[in-house]
């Protein structure tokens, strides 16, 4: 999965309206979520650090579709750090073969196997520990601070940036760096209860709704409020907007 650059910590305010705006928006993509989101083994409940990680890295570069018929069968077979960094070059590079990049996923992931053993197979909790690992971006560093240890992180891929940009207008931030303010509002957008379903609410809607072409904004549930589609001056069904 591709990243949206690094994650800025220097706060950056909020307009009042925008804070509404995203309020609505998390309320809109949650109701949406229930009956649409996708499943995916990796979402499951319960899975360990070392699960969550090897699931963002072979996410990298391809498609979710291709990984979830990969996954499972990937960890049963590799079911452990120790397992990953003892696996003969060749077996890691068969089994990632169905992925695409297979050789740069095979030594990313030996590599990464090698530094956790070396830590003892403990993989941090904080995000600067994280971050040092070989093969750990931002990106998946707030996938496992979210997913294992229930941070309030967003997961600000192309998919949730696309989102808020088109929903939330070029106005908000203008003057401030685009990814000091994108980062701002993706954390807006995800902080507080039912963090992790939110963040999984804007990534399933940013590829299935609001996807890079040709948007589904006639059917949209967000197009009453939505900038890009006030633009493109669709009009709104009468059960739009309802809150
Ligand atoms: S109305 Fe269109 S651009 Fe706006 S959020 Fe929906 S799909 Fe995306």
Same mark, same amino acid.
């Given at each position: 999965m591709?990243?949206?650059g690094?994650?800025?910590?220097?706060?950056?305010?909020?307009?009042?309206?925008?804070?509404?705006?995203?309020?609505?928006?998390?309320?809109?993509?949650?109701?949406?979520?229930?009956?649409?989101?996708?499943?995916?083994?990796?979402?499951?409940?319960?899975?360990?650090?070392?699960?969550?990680?090897?699931?963002?890295?072979?996410l990298?570069?391809?498609?979710?579709?291709?990984?979830a018929?990969?996954?499972?069968?990937?960890?049963?077979?590799?079911?452990?750090?120790?397992?990953?960094?003892?696996?003969?070059?060749? $077996?890691l590079?068969?089994?990632?073969?169905?992925?695409?990049?297979?050789?740069?996923?095979?030594?990313?992931?030996?590599?990464?196997?090698?530094?956790?053993?070396?830590?003892?197979?403990v993989?941090?909790?904080?995000?600067?520990?994280?971050?040092?690992?070989p093969?750990?971006?931002?990106?998946?560093?707030?996938?496992?601070?979210?997913?294992?240890?229930?941070r309030?992180?967003?997961?600000l $891929?192309?998919?949730m940036?696309r989102?808020?940009?088109?929903?939330?207008?070029s106005?908000?931030?203008?003057?401030?760096?685009p990814?000091?303010?994108l980062?701002?509002?993706?954390?807006?957008?995800?902080?507080?209860?039912?963090?992790?379903?939110?963040?999984?609410?804007?990534l $399933?809607?940013?590829?299935?709704?609001?996807?890079?072409?040709?948007?589904?904004c006639?059917?949209?549930?967000?197009?009453?409020?939505?900038?890009?589609?006030?633009?493109r001056?669709?009009q709104?069904?009468?059960?739009a907007?309802?809150?």
């Amino acid at each position: 999965m591709s990243l949206v650059g690094q994650p800025v910590r220097v706060p950056y305010e909020i307009s009042p309206e925008s804070v509404k705006r995203i309020s609505w928006l998390r309320r809109r993509l949650l109701s949406w979520f229930t009956p649409n989101g996708r499943s995916f083994p990796w979402r499951e409940p319960g899975r360990t650090p070392y699960e969550v990680i090897v699931a963002e890295m072979l996410l990298q570069r391809t498609t979710a579709a291709g990984v979830a018929r990969a996954y499972s069968g990937f960890v049963e077979r590799y079911p452990s750090w120790a397992s990953l960094e003892q696996a003969p070059q060749e $077996d890691l590079e068969n089994a990632l073969r169905p992925l695409g990049l297979w050789r740069q996923k095979s030594l990313a992931l030996q590599q990464l196997a090698l530094s956790i053993e070396g830590r003892g197979g403990v993989v941090p909790r904080t995000r600067t520990e994280l971050e040092r690992l070989p093969g750990i971006g931002p990106y998946t560093a707030s996938a496992v601070l979210a997913i294992v240890y229930g941070r309030a992180e967003p997961l600000l $891929d192309v998919n949730m940036a696309r989102l808020l940009v088109r929903f939330l207008g070029s106005s908000e931030g203008a003057e401030a760096s685009p990814k000091r303010t994108l980062h701002a509002l993706a954390l807006r957008l995800v902080r507080g209860k039912r963090c992790l379903v939110v963040n999984w609410a804007a990534l $399933d809607f940013g590829a299935l709704v609001c996807r890079a072409r040709r948007p589904l904004c006639p059917e949209c549930p967000l197009r009453a409020r939505c900038q890009y589609a006030r633009a493109r001056q669709l009009q709104p069904t009468s059960s739009a907007g309802v809150l």
